[in-house]
């Protein structure tokens, strides 16, 4: 089964430091997601990806977070440095457009927890 | 995209049909409407899609209106697996639209 794969499943880390999520999107797919997901706002969409370039990371706060796809099976979210107020479940979904669909399809998320 | 409404929380009975309603009263002619759903802890999984048409798949059938302003996403014989939060999403179909943005959803819970 093709599945979009998250690493690290589960972080805790002190504020300040730099985090680091990886994602490798299913092979194939020309679009990547990032998403956060907290009790307080839901899902939220932060940025993605065409062709492993960024279309809109508007929902993003620009000061801490980057995002970035060095090539076509990795796509990386980046915190630095990191408050508490980003715990958070955060997700990558990839998809495939213009075929059958346009459906995404998610990780299962790397759960991050910053005191 | 169009804004969708949903009912915060439903409850089924296990074994009977669950059918969870989604308003998409501004939908335009090329927007589709998506189902997706989320397990507790899991990431969302994609369930079914439609335009017009009523569409059926393995997991569930989508009866959307003939005015197209709302739909009905039904799970023919619900079990306890099936309690998760279910999203409703409207979006153009095609490679120069490319965001999906979810809604709060529906949660359902399957009772036995």
């Known amino acids: 089964d093709a599945r979009v794969t998250q690493t690290p499943r589960h972080k805790v880390t002190e504020m300040g430091q730099e985090v680091t999520m990886r994602c490798q999107p299913i092979l194939g797919h020309n679009t990547v997601f990032w998403y956060r997901q907290t009790m307080m706002q839901g899902l939220e969409l932060l940025a993605y990806?065409?062709?492993?370039?960024?279309?809109?990371d508007s929902g993003m706060p620009k000061d801490r977070f980057s995002a970035e796809m060095p090539d076509a099976t990795l796509a990386t979210l980046k915190i630095q440095p990191s408050e508490p107020r980003d715990s958070a479940v955060y997700f990558c979904a990839s998809g495939s457009l213009g075929t059958g669909g346009n459906t995404i399809y998610f990780g299962e998320g790397s759960w991050l927890t910053v005191v | 995209d169009a804004k969708t409404t949903q009912p915060p929380s439903m409850d089924c009975a296990e074994g009977r049909a669950a059918n969870l309603p989604c308003n998409h009263s501004t939908i335009s002619g090329n927007e589709y409407v998506y189902w997706y759903r989320q397990i507790h802890s899991q990431g969302p999984q994609y369930i079914i899609h439609g335009l017009k048409n009523n569409e059926t798949n393995e997991m569930a059938s989508l009866i959307i209106t003939e005015d197209r302003k709302s739909s009905t996403l039904i799970l023919p014989h619900a079990t306890l697996r099936d309690t998760a939060v279910y999203y409703c999403i409207v979006r153009v179909r095609g490679y120069n639209n490319n965001d999906m943005r979810f809604g709060a959803g529906t949660r359902l819970t399957v009772k036995p």
């Open positions: 990806f065409r062709n492993r370039a960024p279309l809109d």
